[in-house]
């Protein structure tokens, strides 16, 4: 845990010395759970949400991007049931004063006694080696069998308080299950309550004539609102997709874990719309075409998880999380819910407008199915983030800080320097930057000695140094080095494209998909 503690506080001072994120309006204290994206962060953002966007809309024919308002109309979010039903069940310890989610408390608790099997496990192969067998091992075993019936007990009554809204029992179980806070120590809780949040905010000049509306806690409903506009406009036909990517805010009771929960924050959603019925199988399809997408930036399977919600939303006929293994252990990552018709059902019902699709091969109306999947844009970052950031132990005894972010995301794709700031060099390492600018972000520089220009861009991230030297002037090549391993070649500056190309394009990343 200590370990976990410690590469967290690197990755929030790594970020902050590295132009990646910065609290909000820092110079005023911050504001909780409010961040900006800096330089290099703004460039790693984009490109996470532009691999999404083109694995999701260019790769699709049959899905379309949108990009709905923020403000929307508030009888939206009666529909949706934000208004009455967007509840966290908030617990204060007594003496702390520490306010937090009574259900993370549990859901921690219960990760804890995860994490207590899984070490179990890790023995277990070292000891047993080649011929162990987890499942064999999961089902004999007499530690793991206790702690997956305590697991197993936590969650059915964690479900039962949730879907019953026992409150009392809420507050009994984090009691029964001996949890303490974690500032204080101690078991002195208040009564659990439920707390909406959507921020509201007012359209309308005086108090008299302003309407309540709301900063949309999610953007799926922009895409909801104009289902058929986007289906009638663009002649969509069933199954379809919409995708967008956006704001959305909420303000959380939590907030300590950087950007993995911020109160404002964006997602990249697609709801995709299916025939009544089918939605098992878009589900399953799009569970597996999602952690493919996942898969395919090379950060370990191992890292990613699937968990199968025991408590499903009002709207959801089966969901699941892919989790990752963020610096503070698996968490949700991504959501992907069959949402069955229950939004748009309720948006026809609130309107009064029919949301409809005709079936020409059915021969009939039917209001579709949906299938969303839903990510995290700053949680995406966060994880490619805290997985890239490595300690290296190098041969000569020292060790490097180095930001091995997948390429294709890497905010600037390779650094230009000329070896020395005479004779001409600057002028050559600026004439290949002008040339390779028009395709890749390039970064220039030229002050301090090699080996300490090269570190810095191993600690930013960049996975190409291009470094000009006297014998560029003789035969027009350069040195090359690549981050990760560190690899000097010596390559013809006409090559430079094609060999940065081949690196970071996202055809080679996606076709891993
Ligand atoms: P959690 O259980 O962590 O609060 P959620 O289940 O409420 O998340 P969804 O409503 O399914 O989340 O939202 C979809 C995705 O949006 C999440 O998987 C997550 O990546 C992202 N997300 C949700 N809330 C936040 C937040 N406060 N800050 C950053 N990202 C968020």
Redesign the pocket.
Known sequence: MAKQEDQFKKVLSHAKEYGYVFQSSEIYDGLS?VYDYAQNGVELKKNIRDYWWKAMVQMHENIVGIDAAILMHPTTWKASGHVDAFN?PLIDNKDSKKRYRAD?LVEDFREKINQKIEKDITKAKKRFGESFNEEEFRATNQNVIRRQKQMDEITVELTRVQEESDLEGFRQLIIDLGINCPVSGSNNWTEVKQFNLMFGTKIGASAENSTQVYLR??TAQGIFVNFLNVQKTGRMKIPFGIAQTGK?F?N?IV?RQF?????E???M?MQFFVKPGTQKEWYKEWKETRLKWHLSLGMGAENYRFHDHDKLAHYADAAA??EFNFPFGF?????I?SRTDFDLKAHEEYSGKKLQYFDHEENKSYVPYVVET???????FLAVFSNSLQEEALENGTTRTVLKLPAVLAPFKAAIFPLVKKDGLPEVARKIMDDLKWDFNVFYDEKDAVGKRYRRQDAAGTPFCITVDHDTLKDNSVTIRHRDTMEQKRVAIADLKQIIKDAVDVKTWLQKM
């Open positions: 759970a966290d993370v806690p999610e959305a909420r959380e907030a950007i993995f929960r911020m109160r924050f964006e997602q959603e999380d892919i968490k949700e990552l991504e959501g819910h839903s990510i995290g844009l700053d949680r995406m």
